[in-house]
């Protein structure tokens, strides 16, 4: 069955528009070295969508003209895209504060060896995915050996000064859920894998950050043939916050796929739903008016209950 198709009917979402735009989040390609449940990507070490060199281009040209003060780099495994060390330093370069969305154990992987010593030279913010300190917990949602291998990511990190109080350097982490579940309360739960990961494994870091599980691509697959789908999308919607909706992460942000067409987020992107334009299916980022996204009609659908229930999320966690 598509997961995708009970959300693309009508919506009872509340209107929204975009403030000033100033993140630009970038999906390198949906290539990755592990394969997880609630990955909304769907994507894997089979994959084979990749940005090329020339889409890279435009989205330094895009930034170069722009006021966008922040680069938030994800896939798939985005270390995995061979442009990535270029888009990283034009963007450093360029004065941008630049993200990425690191899954620890690409940190581990054959060829990325100096990956962590890179991300430290630019100075690199990283967040990184760990949806539980137990390992048990994390291998049950990731495959088995990640946990290890997350671990000595961090390890790694930490050395270098990644997530050392006064370093410069942010290590923040993320949780999500292992099921059809709202995620804790972000402050005590940040307090519970602070004192477990010091204590069991001696390794530091900043923030944490939960996030619910959209009930797209894997995870909505998942629902559905486990029959969850429809009191997982209830529940959502029955933890609605109206105060939510002026922290969502697509009021400042612009998601660009590997391809270079443009979405309101992340989300819509995997959903197919384009960044409203007249007269066209899908937008290229080199077609895009920077100053005319301000104000702009944000596209919403019933996916959109989750970033706005309970305490909220967004890509920086808890609203």
């Avoid at 990184?128 to 048990?136: I, Q, R």
Wanted: proline share 4%; glycine share 8%.
């Amino acid at each position: 069955m598509i997961a995708t198709l009970p959300l693309l009917k009508e919506t009872d979402f509340p209107a929204i528009q975009r403030g000033r735009l100033e993140i630009l989040q970038v999906n390198l390609g949906y290539l990755c070295n592990q394969t997880c449940q609630h990955c909304h990507v769907d994507a894997g070490p089979k994959r084979k969508e990749q940005m090329d060199r020339e889409t890279v281009d435009h989205l330094i040209d895009f930034l170069d003209k722009t006021n966008i003060k922040v680069l938030d780099l994800t896939g798939g495994a985005p270390e995995m895209n061979e442009h990535f060390r270029y888009l990283v330093k034009a963007a450093r370069e360029l004065g941008l504060h630049v993200i990425d969305r690191c899954n620890l154990t690409i940190l581990n992987e054959p060829g990325q060896e100096d990956l962590a010593l890179y991300l430290a030279e630019y100075q690199v913010e990283v967040v990184a995915s760990l949806p539980c300190y137990l390992k048990d917990n994390v291998e049950a949602q990731r495959g088995k050996g990640v946990y290890q291998s997350s671990i000595d990511g961090i390890r790694k990190l930490n050395a270098l000064g990644y997530g050392i109080e006064g370093s410069g350097l942010k290590l923040n982490l993320m949780y999500n859920p292992q099921g059809p579940s709202l995620p804790p309360p972000q402050l005590s739960l940040e307090a519970d894998y602070k004192r477990e990961l010091k204590q069991r494994e001696a390794v530091e870091f900043n923030k944490l950050f939960v996030l619910v599980n959209m009930p797209i691509m894997r995870f909505g697959s998942m629902l559905v043939s486990k029959g969850q789908f429809d009191n997982y999308m209830l529940l959502l919607k029955e933890s609605y916050q109206a105060s939510n909706l002026q922290g969502v992460m697509c009021r400042n942000l612009i998601s660009v796929d590997w391809q270079g067409y443009v979405y309101d987020c992340d989300f819509n992107q995997m959903l197919g739903l384009p960044l409203q334009a007249a007269g066209q299916h899908k937008t290229h980022l080199s077609k895009i008016d920077f100053d005319e996204l301000t104000g702009n009609t944000i596209v919403t659908g019933d996916h959109c209950y989750g970033c706005t229930a309970g305490q909220g999320c967004s890509c920086s966690g808890a609203l």
